[in-house]
């Protein structure tokens, strides 16, 4: 716990050093974020953020692998990681064409396939569900991609993927340490800590973005330690997602919906639920706060979930679904009264 602990201090610092560098105007890395039709800011911020995140996990692994005994999982996912980032930077700098990206985010996620990260079974509450080599490779694949590109697509606020990343990855850190997972464990505190000290300078109002390499990065990590977590039975992918349903949710809700009306679903739009908070004129300081609220409620039950019997959490799973149809209602109902006081 000691070496843990230290580590975690190290990440965390270098972090924060790594990101107030970046934000100096004479940074070889200093890479500008101009508004468009998705921004919620109004003036350029750089977004070169999500390096310093990626140096900080990276070194953080590299004291892991010296100080203590970790298995050959960690280097799959650091070659992963290594991809995700560089096209991601790639994409920082030039704006690439999806066609350019996914094949690279197929790419990391087949890596992890090889490394063994890849769904055996579907588990749920008192369910329990083997697949067939073939199909678990199918859908690992596309839980692993559709995470790295959801988790870009939630990072438009200040403070927001950073405080995902800091408690999505502390409470695996938690319970993977509960269910005795240490090496687990530490590297979700390693990513936890690296996400914290970005966030010191990205907490509203940001003085820096992580941009597509620091959101992507986490997305995938988030999904390489959840298809971890269910391999070695620490908990179940369901409670996984839980963790991070704050971005699953209204991503994917958001998603679908914009394929349903027959919009162009590809390209920058504001119609995520958070962005339409922003829009109604709770900004990224009251919206995010609420944010983290959630997120840690959502941390709490699932570990709570972890001491429930099989239909005590199925209960739970229903009541998460319903919240969350309230709180979208909630969001649509803000609207239409904001637009009945605007006639």
Do not use: K
């Amino acid at each position: 716990m000691y070496v843990i602990a230290v580590i975690s201090i190290i990440v965390l610092g270098v972090a924060f050093a790594a990101t107030g560098w970046l934000i100096r105007p004479g940074s070889r890395l200093w890479i500008m974020d101009h508004p468009n039709e998705r921004s919620l800011h109004a003036s350029p911020v750089p977004r070169s953020g999500g390096l310093a995140i990626a140096l900080a996990i990276a070194l953080g692994a590299g004291l892991a692998a010296v100080l203590t005994d970790v298995s050959a999982v960690m280097g799959w996912i650091g070659l992963g990681a290594a991809l995700v980032v560089v096209i991601s930077f790639a994409d920082d700098c030039w704006t690439l064409h999806v066609h350019q990206r996914l094949p690279v985010h197929l790419a990391a996620a087949g890596v992890l396939i090889l490394g063994g990260l890849s769904l055996g079974r579907v588990d749920l509450p008192g369910w329990s569900l083997v697949l067939p080599l073939w199909l678990g490779v199918i859908v690992s694949m596309l839980f692993i991609v559709w995470m790295v590109n959801l988790y870009n697509f939630m990072d438009g606020m200040d403070g927001f993927a950073g405080g995902m990343g800091v408690i999505g990855f502390g409470c695996f850190a938690w319970m993977g340490g509960a269910a005795g997972g240490t090496e687990f464990a530490l590297v979700s505190l390693v990513v936890a800590s690296a996400s914290a000290g970005f966030l010191i300078w990205n907490y509203p109002p940001a003085r820096i973005f992580m941009g597509d390499s620091g959101s992507s990065l986490l997305g995938f990590l988030a999904a390489a330690l959840a298809l971890w977590a269910q391999r070695d039975n620490l908990f179940p992918l369901w409670v996984a997602v839980l963790v991070f349903s704050p971005f699953v949710v209204d991503a994917t809700v958001t998603l679908i919906r914009r394929i349903l009306r027959g919009e162009r679903f590809w390209l920058p739009h504001r119609s995520h639920y958070y962005q339409r908070l922003v829009r109604l004129g709770w900004g990224h300081g009251r919206t995010v706060r609420a944010e983290y609220f959630l997120m840690l409620t959502c941390g709490a039950a699932a570990e709570l979930a972890r001491h429930l019997s099989p239909g005590e959490q199925r209960a739970m799973l229903l009541a998460w679904i319903a919240i969350y149809v309230l709180l979208m209602l909630s969001v649509r109902r803000m609207e239409v009264h904001a637009e009945g006081m605007g006639e």
